[in-house]
């Protein structure tokens, strides 16, 4: 069952007894915004398997699915408000600008902005394509598609040189071409290039132009004489003031971050690390920016490790190894899992392992900062509320609302867990309060009323107003997309009706014997 605890919000009740796909009951809409074995909206092919999907504050969503058919096997993007999705790319769909009978191939690495436009990465296929110019980037705007980058083309700003993936000859390594793409909410698209001599580069799309900003062999603004760039490290960031930020790949030399014609160092090797006493920078890792260019990223600082957090020309230390953890007496932070997210509303979060005692398990917790406090959120080895024996184990880093809600997934131990039920999806709300709102293993009402059971959670995402989006996967190799809002709003009488037939199916399906059967 949904195990969900009495202090459940009846928002998350009326979505899973919803009765047609796309129903209000009180406030609080709930939608399936698209099923396995329905028909693609502008293919031939029917949804298979849905990739991580995607939604903005004001409701738009992206799916990215593989297809049965399009009209052969593929993927495709689709956009759109629930129950009005339109095509936005497809395999076997004519690639335009590409040249005569080229065709998109593999659709991968899809972003949506809140103004409904996507960026994504394609292979390609068709006549005069080879494993010389397949790959390429494009962005979907009210103008159509429009092909930003392709393999084999002229490269902007690099003397000449085509964009060009390579194969490691050494150890079998294919590095692709491009890496991104990045999209900020203006349109602006900023992605990772490689060159035909290997270097790399990165560029930015704005005003219908694509110019480089950094190549590999440019001097490093702020670094000693003589160093440039070197390598880049995976897909610079972008907020939608049109910042930027990136690293220098080898040796976590430095981060660099800024407008595009004024790009400096925020933290180099050797320099000294702010907050930390003598202590320089001895590595540095992991830029995140927000929308507002509100950077964070994780550093060592000597012999410890570090989380740094802040504005792009002050960024501050938020947390260090060996110092005392909040939330935990006596226990101190002894490893940070990655860096740190930063949240639009400045708002900072991570995840790190706390120092081990003689004797007792290795513990790890998600914490939470903002400019004056930094709070313990979840802490593995504790109690989930309402699942009698049953403890955290391991989590995501949370999601945030506007209300102070966060949604965070829980790995589960403990009596009566297996890998068939060993999935949560947990909501905290500003007190402290968590309440369970799926578990692998339970069933799950569709809007026909029949029910399938939770194999795996493939993907989530949750909006600053509290609108979450849920990819299921479930044991009879179906799948779906599903939308609701998950905030608890004032108790009506719709409300209060559909809590009763929600308790009345869960005392139902008590009755009846586990369906859980593993494929």
Not at 58 to 87: E, F
Request: glycine share 12%.
């Amino acid at each position: 069952m949904i195990h969900i605890r009495t202090s459940l919000t009846v928002a998350v009740a009326v979505a899973i007894l919803s009765a047609s796909n796309a129903v209000s009951q009180g406030t609080t809409p709930y939608s399936v915004v698209a099923l396995s074995g329905q028909q693609a909206p502008g293919s031939s092919g029917t949804y298979n398997q849905f990739i991580q999907p995607r939604l903005t504050a004001s409701g738009l969503v992206m799916i990215h699915s593989h297809l049965t058919a399009a009209p052969s096997p593929g993927q495709g993007i689709w956009v759109g408000s629930p129950g009005a999705l339109q095509l936005v790319a497809v395999s076997g769909a004519p690639a335009p600008a590409a040249g005569d009978d080229v065709r998109f191939k593999d659709i991968d690495n899809p972003v949506l902005n809140d103004a409904g436009q996507v960026a994504f990465s394609a292979t390609l296929t068709g006549t005069g394509v080879t494993q010389d110019n397949d790959e390429s980037l494009w962005l979907r705007s009210a103008d159509g598609l429009k092909l930003l980058a392709r393999e084999g083309a002229t490269a902007p700003g690099a003397s000449g040189q085509p964009w060009s993936g390579f194969v490691d000859l050494r150890f079998g390594d294919y590095f692709p071409a491009f890496c991104g793409p990045t999209l900020n909410n203006t349109g602006q698209v900023v992605f990772q290039g490689r060159l035909r001599d290997h270097g790399t580069g990165i560029w930015l799309h704005s005003s219908g132009t694509v110019r480089a900003i950094a190549l590999g062999s440019d001097p490093a603004p702020g670094a000693p004489p003589g160093f440039t760039y070197g390598d880049f490290d995976g897909s610079p960031r972008l907020s939608d003031s049109g910042k930027l930020a990136f690293e220098h790949r080898h040796d976590g030399f430095g981060i660099w971050a800024g407008s595009p014609e004024s790009l400096q160092p925020i933290a180099l090797k050797g320099n000294p690390a702010p907050d930390a006493g003598p202590a320089t920078y001895a590595w540095l890792h992991s830029p995140k920016l927000n929308s507002s260019s509100i950077v964070g990223f994780s550093a060592a600082i000597d012999t410890d490790r570090a989380l740094y957090v802040g504005p792009l020309d002050s960024p501050r230390l938020v947390a260090r190894t060996g110092q005392p953890a909040p939330g935990m007496q006596d226990r101190t932070f002894d490893f940070f899992l990655g860096g740190p997210v930063v949240y639009d509303s400045g708002n900072f979060a991570f995840e790190a392992i706390l120092n081990q005692e003689p004797g007792t398990k290795q513990q790890s917790g998600i914490w939470m900062g903002s400019s004056d406090a930094l709070n313990l959120i979840a802490l593995s080895g504790s109690p989930a509320p309402g699942l009698d024996g049953v403890v955290g184990n391991s989590f995501s880093l949370p999601q945030l609302c506007d209300s102070g809600h966060l949604l965070f997934y829980a790995s589960l131990t403990g009596l009566g867990v297996t890998q068939d039920n060993d999935y949560s999806l947990w909501l905290r709300d500003p007190s402290g309060n968590l309440t369970l709102i799926l578990r692998t293993g339970d069933p799950f009402l569709l809007p026909d009323h029949s029910s399938r059971i939770i194999k795996s959670c493939a993907g989530h995402d949750l909006t600053r107003l509290g609108d979450l989006l849920l990819t299921l996967n479930f044991t009879d190799r179906s799948s779906g997309v599903f939308m609701a809002n998950i905030i608890p709003e004032p108790t009506t009488s719709g409300f209060l009706a559909a809590a009763v037939l929600f308790l009345s199916f869960r005392r139902k399906s008590a009755a009846q014997p586990d369906a859980n059967t593993p494929t």
